[in-house]
């Protein structure tokens, strides 16, 4: 099993969950709430509004967001979703756990690392775009997502 945490269109109540809740592309469990240890510029761009966390840490703010076990199967059907290496990369992050799972071994406070899809290759303008705590495609800024199948 491995632990991917999302913070983007990935998290509940977000556009993209309903794919990380088809079991025809493996298995995911929720585990916690978390934030990341360090800041990271998580960003809203390209003309599709499609949230990214660039991988320049100390920058930007502690980005929340949750953590799911997967198995390998959701692992590499999320990689081919993400369009992992040329969209974003499967990187490793260092988490603060929000919430207590008895079960996990987990309690708030406590330092966990997970993959997470983030990018190393941008445009120039993106690490000077406001910046974001904790993702939401209805949030005040306005940049609503759009969904991969409305995209022209
Ligand atoms: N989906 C992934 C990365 C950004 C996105 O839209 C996530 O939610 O973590």
Redesign the pocket.
């Known amino acids: 099993m491995h632990r ?8 509940r109540s ?3 969950y309903p794919y990380m809740t088809d079991s025809n592309n493996g298995k995911a469990e929720f585990l916690s709430t978390a934030v990341t240890v360090q800041k990271y510029p998580l960003v809203i761009a390209t003309n599709y509004n ?4 660039l991988n320049l840490p100390g920058q930007g703010k502690r980005v929340n ?1 949750e953590v799911y076990k997967v198995d390998e199967k959701m692992l590499k059907y ?1 990689d081919w ?2 369009k992992v290496p040329t969209m ?1 990369q499967r990187t490793v992050v260092e988490l603060e756990v929000k919430m207590a799972n008895r079960e996990e071994n987990l309690s708030p406070g406590s330092i966990m690392e997970a993959f ?3 990018t190393t290759t941008y445009q120039p303008d993106w690490p000077s775009l406001p910046t974001y705590d904790n ?1 939401d495609s209805n949030g005040d800024h306005g940049l609503k ?1 759009v969904l991969r199948e409305d995209r022209k």
């Open positions: 991917v945490f999302v913070y983007g269109s990935l998290k977000q556009p993209n499609i949230p990214f966390l967001g999320l979703f993400e974003y997470v899809y983030s993702y997502f």
